[in-house]
Nanobody
Framework: EVQLVESGGGLVQAGGSLTLSCEAS????????IGWFRQAPGKEREGVSC????????WYEDSAKGRFTISTDNAENTVYLQISSLNFEDTGVYYC??????????????????WGQGTQVTVSS
């Protein structure tokens, strides 16, 4: 069974940092792009960052540049998302997904094939 499992979310103070993990099982995803998305309360799910398991190329949504860092440990079949200087707007459920989107499609959630169940990140004062 193909699974993506996110972990690392939780309650964190504003200004703090955390690292989310996305562990894949049931498939190596060596030919896939792994993306991170977040869904804030009352808002649509939006793309944050993605990384290609083929060539390591990375992409960040404009608001994620500078504070978000995506990385992959191919040996562990895990992709990480480090978030620093957390603010209240970072609150939401963070999902990872696997797929083969084109550059133009990477923000389109419909093009991603596999999804995890999400991990909640709550930023407090």
């Amino acid at each position: 069974e193909v699974q993506l499992v996110e972990s690392g979310g939780g309650l964190v103070q504003a200004g703090g940092s955390l690292t989310l993990s996305c562990e894949a099982s049931g498939y190596s995803f060596d030919d896939y792009v792994i993306g991170w998305f977040r869904q804030a309360p009352g808002k649509e799910r939006e793309g944050v960052s993605c990384i290609s398991r083929v060539d390591g190329s990375m992409w960040y949504e404009d608001s994620a540049k500078g504070r978000f860092t995506i990385s992959t440990d191919n040996a562990e079949n895990t992709v990480y998302l480090q978030i620093s200087s957390l603010n209240f707007e970072d609150t939401g459920v963070y999902y990872c997904a696997a797929g083969v989107p084109s550059t133009a499609q990477r923000m389109d959630i419909m093009t991603w094939i596999y999804w995890g169940q999400g991990t909640q990140v709550t930023v407090s004062s």
